[in-house]
């Protein structure tokens, strides 16, 4: 069982009650107990990645050989509100999947992203908030 951040660390990510959030890169190695604790703050389940609808936010979950960075960021991109944002968790140092963090840096420039700070949230994902450009994308 991991040692999960609690709804503080959770809002200085972007979460907030009431929010629709749509998830990438589900695996069996996710750890549970973070998807849980985001689906209390914001009050629903996470929406997988076939969900159509506009969203509030996207959780990415990233690991070193997983598919194409910016291609993943880009798709998440298009599911975003004008006010919505992106949190990446990936791997922490030392642990299988590590990605380095100038690899989500220039990852993420590329999709046209800004990092807002990587926040410890579990004890094997880190996350960061990604935010894109300002102004209308849909």
């Not at 809002?11 to 209390?40: N, T």
């Amino acid at each position: 069982m991991s040692t999960t951040a609690g709804a503080a660390s959770l809002a200085k990510l972007g979460f907030a009650p009431g929010q629709i959030i749509q998830e990438f890169g589900y695996d069996d190695d996710v750890d549970d107990d973070l998807r849980f604790a985001i689906e209390d703050v914001v009050g629903s389940e996470l929406e997988d990645e076939d969900f159509n609808d506009g969203a509030d936010g996207v959780v990415v979950w990233y690991r070193d050989g997983d598919d194409d960075l910016v291609d993943l960021l880009v798709d998440a991109l298009t599911k975003l509100f004008d006010a919505g944002f992106v949190v990446l968790f990936t791997p922490k140092a030392g642990r299988p999947g590590h990605v380095q963090a100038s690899e989500v840096e220039e990852a993420a420039s590329t999709a046209g992203l800004t990092t807002g700070g990587q926040v410890n949230v579990a004890s094997e994902w880190a996350g960061a908030r990604l935010m894109p450009p300002k102004g209308p994308r849909r």
